[in-house]
């Protein structure tokens, strides 16, 4: 953490203030027994299926009185609760240790599909011992050389479809009048329709021609493209379609006959090794044009099953399962659970996620079934996407893996695998793809009753073929399922036009909706979802493959629905997820019952926090919106994109670890990460589901989370097992960025992204230097400190010479001699530059209060408005507060009109957008989600400053502009509360601090105290 001195707030605080600390319960006379209560392992109460060979554990303690402390712990681990007394697996002895969080395992080894007890007894700051825990239990999962089953699924291959350049960043060339472009390409399988992608300027259009093999080839098809008008990005998006399909082969594309300013998007490089470009029938050599082939849809998800006999009572049952990409299990026609959209999407070709189930009591004596339905997700996604989704190196047909491993009541034990024995058919999802949403026939589901359970005729399903198994090991994933949370009803509903319903829920949700009501057999519902609307008052979809629409097929978060006809029908979508305010009904004449349905990773809310201020509340309640919207599996950024950008949780992060109990979230997204992680030490931008490589981009300000994110861990859970499997990646990915540095500076691509008013490149006009600079060496900083807290002191020094090398290299880069930190970029003072280095302590000590000074004018001359983008919002108040002027860094934030968050909620946002404007892309987006860290930090005035809460701070920028704030955080020591109010010259603080913590406390006035556990008021006299 970077230590930050207290400047006097308006003006310096004179005299002496009164000050006292008053409990707000006496201490008893006869002082409580320490009890530990609410046991964790691996951060989770009692999970079931963990593969961690020596899982962490952790409690809480309890006990009345002040300033009390556990000096001591024992541990016990045994294969039954009756044998905590002399453990069979581990007693760890009394361990004189505060130590309550991500404590090891460090027993025998443990046993797979067991389950284990385990107790702590505790003793007390003077030694006494306290009261022994509850026992907890954990279970261990299924090694991947142990499930005995296979993969199954239809057996289909498809053929891979066309793309004919990978996601990057394309330049256009120009149609012009009277020539051609054109470029060779070879499809393996039949296609529906081809798209090119093209820049256009007012209304423009072209002709595009197909041809066999080379351009004197045949001609196939050909359309004229007229009317072609841009999006907000200037793209636009060329379509031939063809009736019949196109069937595989050697094909040339062109266009010609330009109208208006046309140009097709391309590069300048040879990606492509099945064609190439061409100019005038002639071809161009290292060149090559945006083709997409739109393949016909696959087939429909399957639905598998298999039954068996049970010859006795069952005792207890686990099922262990995988399908990819989702699966929704039943036994004797019982859902498995409630978690939607399982398992997470990950790398397939790295890690694949299992869960393990108890269902003992969905099994029975005599016959039984399951029945497993898949959907595609990213697995096995054939619907086309600008990022090419698609075309991931793993991309198979639907398939399973599943484990049934049944006690019965006389010790028999039964397996029941998958393999060529189970059954297929094709099931009611009809179609799914991650961004262009789902279909589904309730007819066919209604043809299908009763699949789930024994004694179902399945005399004309098909044999399950056994499939290759993903290249990803298996891995056990115990966390926080996605899970639907409470249904939100419409605040209107509107007909923009005839025929059209139109449902506004009131704010930016994440998840689906369901539908209810009585519908003739065969309609067809059609459910478009958004998050804005366009001028007409109708879903507003943007250009296909553009960036307002990353699907090139055009069909962007539509779900379809047929119905059975058997009387008022109920159905929601099981595997796909949308971002939407406004859901747009068309196929039915009569109004239906519609409810939202959010889902996200049913992690605990473990913040509130309040702030006397309207504007800065509205920040804190929408990052609360926001970050519901971005966490399905891992934090994956916009619902729109669903794909983990890195960049966006450098601001989230801070705040996800507040407002959230994100430990296994988090540890799983960092695994992700170290998965995907290049052998040079590079990280990609995405993590999972990226897309070009790791060493594509340099992103210091992206692929610094990681470093930070592993530190965070360490403050917020104080579990050192995750530091030490993050370490070594870590380094590798700070030396990866050192030597990447030119001159001593790293050259950040995004720099500060959407500053407001962005030019045609939204990157700040200050360039990427200075923030890619500052943020290597903040992770080179994360990374030392990492290594001092395992032991790696060696390192650790020499990554701190290493760190005071690089700011003294900054600050004789971007320093100038009139105190303004400037890039070689000629361009008026940035905000960013200035708030970023202060933010992070990199001013020498004899210029901060001209850096400072200069920021604050720079605020003032701009009406109080900030002027930054993705990488200053966050630093810009800690900028202003940190130096002396909070009441500017309360101004900036609190401002009503453009650029700010207040001019958003005047828009009526109800979550973070991707930018300062109206008409940002998305208006879902955690990027501008930094100043939440400031809120908790500074306006309600807490933060960690020792390993799992061990320490923390208490230190409120009080300025006259904000009465009074709180924050209440449920962490892994328990309650930390916080609440402070200031009426004229009045301050009063009240201060909660769990058993075992310890609060440091400053005051307006810079007076300090240390609290132990208790709740503690504390007063103080202002001046005015």
């Avoid at 196939?220 to 009736?243: E, M, Q």
């Avoid at 009753?449 to 073929?465: C, H, I, N, V």
């Avoid at 992700?672 to 594509?696: M, N, R, W, Y």
């Avoid at 030392?784 to 650790?796: K, T």
């Amino acid at each position: 953490m970077t230590e930050v001195t207290r400047r006097g707030v308006l003006g310096a605080v004179a005299g002496a203030a009164a000050l006292s600390g008053l409990p707000a319960t006496t201490a008893q006379a006869s002082v409580d027994r320490l009890r530990p209560v609410r046991l964790t392992t691996e951060h989770l109460t009692n999970p079931l299926g963990i593969d961690a060979p020596m899982p962490s554990f952790g409690w809480q303690l309890r006990a009345n009185g002040t300033d009390r402390a556990q000096s001591a712990y024992r541990i016990r681990v045994a294969s039954s609760p009756r044998l905590l007394a002399r453990p069979d697996l581990w007693d760890s002895g009394r361990v004189s240790s505060p130590g309550q969080t991500g404590v090891a395992y460090g027993g025998r080894a443990l046993r797979p599909k067991s389950r284990y007890y385990w107790s702590v007894s505790v003793w007390d700051e003077s030694g006494r011992s306290g009261s022994d825990s509850q026992p907890a239990w954990f279970e261990t999962g299924l090694p991947a050389d142990a499930w005995g089953a296979s993969w199954i699924g239809t057996g289909i291959v498809l053929p891979k479809p066309l793309r004919v350049l990978p996601p990057r960043q394309y330049s256009p060339t120009p149609l012009e009048p009277g020539h051609t472009l054109g470029q060779t390409f070879v499809s393996e399988g039949p296609l529906d329709a081809l798209s090119v992608f093209l820049d256009v300027v007012g209304t423009a259009g072209c002709t595009m021609t197909l041809r066999r093999t080379d351009p004197s080839g045949a001609v196939v098809a050909r359309a004229v493209l007229s009317g072609l008008t841009p999006d907000n990005y200037g793209n636009a998006i060329g379509r031939l379609a063809f009736s019949p399909e196109l069937a595989p082969g050697t094909y040339y594309l062109e266009l010609s006959d330009a109208q208006g300013s046309v140009a097709w998007q391309g590069l300048a490089e040879d990606l492509y090794p099945d064609g190439v470009a061409y100019v005038d029938g002639a071809e161009r050599p290292g060149e090559d044009r945006w083709v997409f082939g739109l393949p016909p849809d696959p087939p429909a998800d399957p639905v598998l099953r298999k039954e068996f006999a049970l010859p006795a009572r069952v005792e207890s049952a686990r099922l262990y399962v995988v399908g990819l990409g989702h699966a929704v299990a039943y036994v004797n026609g019982e859902r498995v659970g409630d978690a939607v959209l399982e398992p997470g999407a990950t790398n397939f070709d790295q890690r694949v996620l299992y869960r393990t189930h108890d269902v003992t009591s969905l099994l029975r004596r005599g016959a039984n079934a399951i029945g497993v339905e898949l959907g595609r997700g990213f697995f096995s996604t054939r619907a086309p996407d600008s990022d090419g989704a698609n075309l991931a190196a793993w991309i198979a047909e639907p398939q399973l893996l599943a484990r049934l491993e049944i006690l019965l009541s006389d010790g028999r034990r039964v397996v029941v695998g998958t393999g060529p024995d189970w059954s297929v058919a094709d099931g009611p999802t009809t179609y799914d793809g991650p961004y262009t949403g789902e279909s589904y026939d309730a007819r066919r589901a209604a043809a299908l009753s009763g699949w789930t359970r024994a004694g179902y005729d399945a005399a004309s399903w098909r044999r399950a073929a056994v499939v290759p198994a993903p290249a990803g090991r298996l891995v056990a994933y115990a966390g926080e399922p996605m899970r639907r949370q409470p249904s939100v009803s419409p605040v209107r509903v509107t007909s923009p036009a005839e025929g059209v319903r139109l449902y506004d829920f009131g704010r930016v949700l994440a998840g689906w909706v369901r539908l209810c009501g009585r519908l003739p057999a065969g309609a067809k519902i059609r459910l478009l979802s958004g998050e804005k609307l366009g001028p007409d008052g109708r879903v507003y979809l943007g250009i296909a493959g553009g960036n307002d629409n990353p699907s090139v097929n055009g069909r962007l978060q539509v779900d379809e629905y047929v119905a059975s006809g058997a009387g008022r029908e109920t159905w929601e979508p099981s595997f796909t997820y949308k971002s939407f305010q406004y859901v747009e009904v068309t196929g039915v004449s009569e109004p239906l019952d519609l409810v939202a349905v959010p889902v996200r990773s049913d992690v605990p809310v473990t913040m509130k926090l309040s702030v006397e201020h309207r504007e800065l509340q509205w920040i804190a309640d929408a990052f609360l919106q926001t970050a519901k919207n971005s966490i399905h599996g891992f934090p994956d950024a916009s619902p729109f994109s669903k794909v983990g950008w890195l960049g966006t949780v450098t601001n989230q992060g801070p705040p996800l670890l507040y407002q959230f109990g994100m430990a296994s979230v988090f540890a799983r997204w960092l695994d992700d990460i170290a998965a995907t992680q290049s052998p040079s030490g590079a990280l990609p931008l995405v993590a999972p589901l990226g897309g070009p490589p790791a060493e594509f981009l340099l992103s210091p300000g992206y692929v610094s989370v990681y470093a930070d994110l592993v530190w965070r861990y360490w403050l917020t859970y104080g579990d050192r097992s995750v530091v030490a499997r993050h370490f070594d990646g870590v380094k590798r990915s700070v030396d990866w960025m050192l030597s990447q540095l030119r001159d001593g500076l790293a050259d950040d691509t995004f720099g500060d992204w959407y500053p407001p008013n962005p030019q045609s490149y939204p990157r700040g006009p200050e360039g990427g230097k200075l923030v890619g600079t500052a943020y290597v060496i903040k992770s080179v900083r994360n990374t030392a400190a990492l290594a001092s807290v395992l032991g790696r002191d060696s390192v650790a020094s020499s990554l701190r010479a290493r760190e005071r090398a690089l700011v003294a290299r900054f600050n004789s880069a971007f320093l100038k001699s009139s105190g303004v930190y400037e890039t070689e970029v000629p361009t008026a003072y940035r905000q960013t530059s200035n708030a970023v280095p202060l933010a992070l302590g990199l001013v020498p000590s004899g210029s901060v209060a001209r850096v400072a000074a200069g920021l604050a004018a720079d605020v003032e001359s701009k009406q109080r408005h900030l002027d930054t983008g993705s990488m200053g919002t966050g630093a810009l108040p800690y900028a202003l507060s940190d130096f002396g002027r909070p009441d500017l860094a309360v101004a900036v934030l609190g401002q009503k009109t453009y650029p700010g968050y207040g001019y958003l909620r005047s828009l009526g946002a109800t979550t973070f957008w991707e930018r300062w404007e109206a008409i940002a892309r998305a208006r879902q987006d955690p990027t501008l989600s930094g100043p939440v860290k400031w809120l908790v930090e500074r306006a309600a005035g807490v933060e960690p400053l020792a390993a799992g809460w061990a320490r923390f701070r208490v230190a409120p920028a009080v300025t006259a502009s904000l009465p009074s704030g709180s924050v209440v955080l449920s962490t892994v020591r328990g309650r930390v509360a916080v609440s402070w109010r200031r009426r004229g010259s009045s301050f009063t603080l009240s201060v909660e601090v769990p058993v075992n913590a310890v609060a440091s406390v400053v005051l307006p006035d810079g007076r300090t105290r240390e609290l132990g556990s208790g709740r503690h008021r504390l007063r103080a006299r202002l001046e005015r």
